[in-house]
């Protein structure tokens, strides 16, 4: 820096001192804080267990709108398209969150996006553009640290969305090197094939995708970055992804049977997969989402398409994601992943050491909250899937993780921004007592509990986007049955340590779907050392009463004979038998206050363990 | 008493004539000269005169009087008084005017920079004129005017080739001076109504309104005058307006009615004490000015069908101004206060940003501080020499909620200009200058708060045809400017800008700017 500069900078420096401090002094009496929170924030842990956590996942577009002023072309309704939502929003919801009994809140990505394509908008945050700059529709970064600091404040964590598989729709194909993106029909239907060809989203092609005319193939097809700047489809930045070598090129996935495709090729709808074996492209991820961190203080990283991401580029991220951090100050720093996928095993090789501390807990989604509760399926699902846990995930915490076994932290959801809501698949009027029952189910198993916003309020979209509902909608209301019932469910979970870091073991399981005397009943213990222990009983069908009994067996606990059990939920007693044995009657209402009816849902623990006025 | 009203109305015509007329330098220096431009962000112009310029509407507002007296006295005009009415009886022509055409020394156009609302202008890159047609009569014993000022905004047909300009009209107005008692006048129209200004700055800091509607104005005695005005705007954006189109009640054509209307009113009111006199050479002014403004509930229509209330809306504007001025050494200074809240902190022409959920500017405030400055010495044939300065400073957060964003800001400006005149006509400025600016929006890359600052050093070689003055115009220039600006100030350019990269900026280039003879800026 030359003297000139030098000086000019400290009499900048001076002067914009002055300027602050006199804002400082004006703006103060509304100011939300004041302007020692500038710059760069102090960066500390603000989780000292995950498995305390509870987790809500909100799409911040559809929680709520704090700012009219970042409510540009907003569509109102039209659910593909922007309705509002913003940072703000979930500031001035903060009470709504804490009421419900949450602990970390899940917020959509943040980055600027390509904001509209083919008709539909980028609210949800998945079409980034500039890993750089945050989407203005959210908010400013003024406002996302607001957030984050009044989160913190109430003792809540911050995670954040992000994608490092592909960006937005930045560049089309140009397969016919006209220089302009072209949806036409290829050949003549009789002699030649009739073709759609698109320039935007091509079906996979292994040797990338190749430029044709009707007189053949000339090569892989040129890249051409948009430059439409009013709606943020540029060439991206960081500058290294201007450069076409970065992105493997193959057009979109046409089967996910193919490891290759799922691996190579482009995202559905045209988002185009970046090569992240790349050193270049791995190091330019690890800065800007260190950057995200250094700049924000959240806590954890949900991150979106893992299965479409090489090995590599997670053993690769991870740890230098922990060890950025960890030079400043911030530990424990949660990583999880999402691989839309039942394959048990294929989630939990992303929890092998090296790699992240937990996945988005899709198997579990569909072999216990939908076959189960859902479609009332046997409830020997759940066990059978539980035996694979230490087979699929990692008992070994992450080098300079969160310090917790992957295998005990794996995030559950029955429901999610991609599938369907819960009450979108039971219709019936046996729904909501279904869902309350699943909730009773992922509030007291082990591992994280993630609830998506909008089931506290019985909302039933289908498929995205009805699945992505403004939750404005409900006015916020928090004396619904179902929003009392998770309340008190949170109430309970961060209320007795068995539930949150107890062993999970079942105690009845069985086959029976139909009028058995135990048909859909699972039950399991959660115990610790330390002699904190919780028995949940539940009954995943609604048709009839069914009880921890059947065909001359009862349920065994590892409680001794003689203990006193109280449920809890309704406040019954119960005394374990002989060699642990215990019958407990489930019904088929979940909340009911008729004493004559058994409850769906029993939460038992040890008289000497009952905690008053939860 | 004929010889009273003479005496005055001569002053007038010499405040009017002087610039079209100035032969000899010394007429042009004493001449009234008034400054008229208006391109700032709320479409204002200015009112940069010297104290000889106000001495000479203290003679024309003072006519009244005299004329009152002069009906006792002799009906029959003299020689001087008819050729009053000859010039109060006609049609008159007057015009403001910039052109510059520069360059940046790397071979682009040379672009002003700025990161302030108001930054100091020697660098402006704008073309901007204003052609006044003006009808002066008196008739029955009273002064009018009818006034008709177009305005032009660059760039020019012989830079750009393209034959199509922005043109607007900036006046239009016509105004009965010592009607129905002396001392009255009663305005109506679209007219520009302003105050004093901080020239190198381009910038009314206390009151400067584009109204269309009407005002009256009344001198009190010498030392007293009350003005007031109200006027309706309506922009055409969605927070005021919003137009659609309908089945025809009758025909084929879709109709056009509003939904949203709702023009705002705005009430101002401006009382100037002169506590030495108003007629003084050398005196004292004090201003104390307010506005109020209201804005109507309506509804509009969202993109999706469904309808909005917007509810009613209002603010003010409290200010007041100290000033004094010797007229002999043509030095003057100006001290402006200006608060604002809600609606008044926005320009009436401008659209409220950042409302909140609330949609109301209840939240919004200014406060303002500014202060203008002159001073010549002008006492060698040979030489002269001049110093004007301007600075300003304000503090401005928007309505909405959420305190930090780029709503919230404390910015201000300083720009020095000293001149030296090297006998009658020639000469050259200086003009150093400061800006600064502080928001309270959080920069994405660095997380530190957004804002910067910027240095200007100008030199201008100038030819001033009709002589001395720091306001005399018009002023032919060399100008090359030379700008630094701090890493946060090029942080505030978008990153594409190649700018955005650059520490120091060139402004080489030649400029003119004119005005004389123009009626817009009289109260």
Not at chain 1, 110 to 133: K, S, T
């Amino acid at each position: 820096m030359t003297k000139t500069n030098t000086t000019t900078s400290r009499v900048a420096s001076v002067a914009s001192v002055l300027g602050a401090a006199a804002l400082s002094i004006t703006v103060g009496s509304c100011a939300q804080d004041d302007l020692g929170t500038l710059g760069r924030v102090t960066l500390s842990p603000h989780v000292d267990d995950w498995r305390d956590e509870i987790i809500y996942q909100l799409l911040t577009d559809r929680f709520a709108n704090g700012d009219a002023a970042t409510d540009y072309r907003v569509a109102p309704s039209a659910l593909a398209r922007y309705q509002g939502g913003d940072w703000q929003g979930i500031i001035d919801h903060l009470d709504y969150l804490e009421d419900l009994g949450i602990t970390s809140i899940w917020i959509s990505p943040i980055v600027l996006n390509v904001d509209h394509d083919a008709g539909f908008d980028a609210y949800h945050g998945y079409w980034a553009v500039d890993l750089e700059r945050l989407n203005p529709h959210f908010g400013d970064l003024a406002t996302l640290r607001a957030f984050v600091r009044e989160a913190h404040a109430r003792g809540m964590s911050v995670i954040l969305d992000i994608v490092t598989n592909h960006l937005g729709q930045v560049f089309y194909y140009d397969i016919n090197n006209n220089g302009q993106p072209d949806d036409s029909l290829i050949g003549g239907g009789v002699r030649s094939p009739l073709t759609r060809i698109t320039e935007y989203d091509p079906d996979y092609d292994p040797r990338g995708i190749q430029a044709f005319t009707s007189l053949g193939e000339s090569g892989p097809a040129p890249v051409r970055f948009f430059d439409m700047p009013e709606i943020f489809r540029v060439p991206p930045n960081p500058p290294l992804f201007q450069d076409p070598s970065v992105y493997h090129r193959r057009g979109r996935v046409t089967s996910y049977d193919v490891r290759e495709q799922v691996l190579f090729g482009d995202f559905p709808g045209g988002l185009k997969d970046l090569a992240t074996e790349d050193p270049r492209v791995r190091d330019e991820m690890v800065r800007v989402y260190t950057d995200w961190i250094l700049t924000t203080d959240i806590d954890g990283f949900r991150i979106d398409t893992l299965k479409h991401v090489d090995d590599g580029f997670w053993l690769d991220f991870a740890p230098r994601i922990r060890q950025n951090l960890a030079a400043h100050g911030k530990t424990n720093f949660f990583m999880f992943g999402e691989a839309f996928d039942g394959d048990d095993e294929l989630i939990g090789s992303y929890t092998q050491p090296g790699m992240l501390d937990s996945v988005f807990y899709f198997s579990h989604k569909f072999w216990v909250f939908s076959d189960v509760f859902q479609n009332e399926g046997p409830t020997t699902q759940i066990s059978r899937l539980y035996a694979q846990r230490d087979t699929n995930y990692s008992s070994i915490p992450q080098e300079g993780g969160i310090g917790a076994r992957p295998r005990d932290v794996l995030v559950n959801f029955m429901d999610n921004h991609d599938v369907p809501r819960f009450l979108y698949d039971r219709p019936d009027a046996g729904g909501p007592d279904a869902l309350r029952s699943a909730l009773a189910y992922l509030l007291t198993e082990d591992g994280i509990p993630c609830i998506y916003y909008g089931t506290e309020q019985d909302y039933a979209g289908g498929n995205d986007p009805a699945n992505r509902e403004p939750l404005w909608w409900s006015g916020y209301a928090t004396d619904g049955v179902t929003f009392q019932w998770i309340a008190r469910l949170t109430r309970i979970r961060r209320g007795y340590a068995a539930l949150t870091h107890g062993s999970f073991d079942v105690v009845w399981a069985t086959d029976h779907v139909a009028d058995e005397s135990d048909a859909g009943v699972v039950a399991f213990e959660r115990r610790i050392d330390t002699g904190d222990y919780a028995l949940v009983v539940i009954n995943t069908q609604g048709r009839h009463a069914s009880r921890t009994s059947a065909d001359g067996n009862t349920m065994t606990t590892s409680q001794a004979a003689g203990t006193t059990l109280v449920d809890i939920l309704s406040g019954e007693r119960f005394t374990v038998g002989a060699g642990g044995s215990l019958e407990v009657e489930v019904g088929t209402v979940v909340v009911d206050d008729d004493p004559a009816t058994p409850p769906r849902v029993r939460i038992l623990v040890p008289e000497s363990q009952v905690v008053a006025g939860l | 008493m004929v010889r009273a009203v003479s005496h005055l109305a001569s002053l007038r015509l010499l405040a009017l004539l002087l610039p079209l007329a100035a032969a000899s330098h010394a007429r042009a220096q004493d001449a009234p000269l008034e400054t008229a431009e208006g391109d700032d962000a709320s479409g204002g112009s200015s009112d940069t005169r010297l104290p000889e310029a106000r001495l000479d509407e203290r003679a024309a507002s003072a006519e009244p009087e005299s004329q009152s007296e002069s009906s006792a006295a002799s009906s029959t005009p003299s020689a001087t008084d008819q050729a009053v009415r000859q010039f109060l009886d006609g049609f008159h022509f007057g015009s403001y005017g910039r052109i510059i055409a520069a360059s940046d020394l790397r071979g682009a156009s040379g672009h002003q920079s700025r990161i302030v609302s108001f930054a100091p202008r020697v660098d402006e890159e704008d073309t901007y004129a204003e052609l006044e047609l003006r009808r002066e009569d008196r008739v029955l014993g009273v002064d009018t005017r009818i006034v008709a000022t177009v305005a032009y905004a660059g760039p020019l047909f012989h830079y750009d080739g393209e034959f199509a300009e922005r043109i607007a009209i900036r006046n239009l107005f016509a105004e009965a001076n010592n009607i129905l008692t002396p001392g009255l006048s009663i305005w109506g129209g679209s007219r520009m109504v302003r105050g004093d200004d901080l020239y190198l700055m381009n910038f009314w800091p206390l009151d400067n309104l584009n109204m269309v509607g009407g005002g009256l104005r009344y001198a009190l005695e010498d030392d007293l005058e009350l003005a007031v005005q109200v006027g309706m705007s309506e922009p055409n954006n969605p927070f005021q307006r919003q137009t659609d189109l309908v089945p025809a009640r009758t025909g084929f054509l879709p109709d056009e009615i509003f939904v949203l209307d709702r023009p705002r009113t705005v009430l101002s009111g401006r009382l100037t004490y002169w506590p030495l006199g108003r007629m003084e050479r050398d005196g004292l002014k004090g201003v104390l000015y307010g506005e109020q403004h209201w804005l109507g509930a309506g509804q509009r229509t969202r993109t999706d069908g469904t309808t909005e209330t917007l509810p009613e809306d209002s603010g003010f504007v409290l200010g007041g101004q100290v000033g004094g001025y010797l007229s002999d050494s043509h030095t003057f200074a100006n001290l402006f206060f200006r608060y604002a809240r809600g609606l008044g902190a926005y320009d009436p022409l401008g659209v409220p940003f950042r409302t909140g959920t609330v949609i109301t500017t209840g939240r919004a405030e200014q406060i303002r501080l500014a202060l203008a400055a002159n001073w010549e010495w002008n006492e060698s044939p040979d030489v002269a020499i001049g110093v004007q300065l301007g600075a300003w400073w304000q503090l401005f957060h928007d309505a909405d909620p959420a305190v930090w964003n780029r709503g919230a800001l404390s910015e201000g400006a300083i720009s020095i200009r000293p001149h030296i005149w090297f006998g009658q006509q020639a000469g050259v400025a200086l003009d150093l200058s400061y800006q600064g600016m502080q928001s309270l929006a959080l920069d994405e890359l660095t997380g530190n708060g957004e804002g910067g600052s910027l240095f200007k050093l100008a030199i201008m070689p100038f030819i001033s045809p009709w002589g001395r003055g720091t306001y005399t115009r018009p002023h032919i220039r060399l100008l090359y400017v030379v700008s630094g600006r701090d890493a946060g100030a090029r942080r505030l350019l978008n990153p594409a800008d190649p700018r955005a990269s650059r520490d120091v900026e060139h402004f080489l280039g030649v400029s003119v700017e004119w005005w004389f003879s123009s009626s817009s800026y009289a109260p």
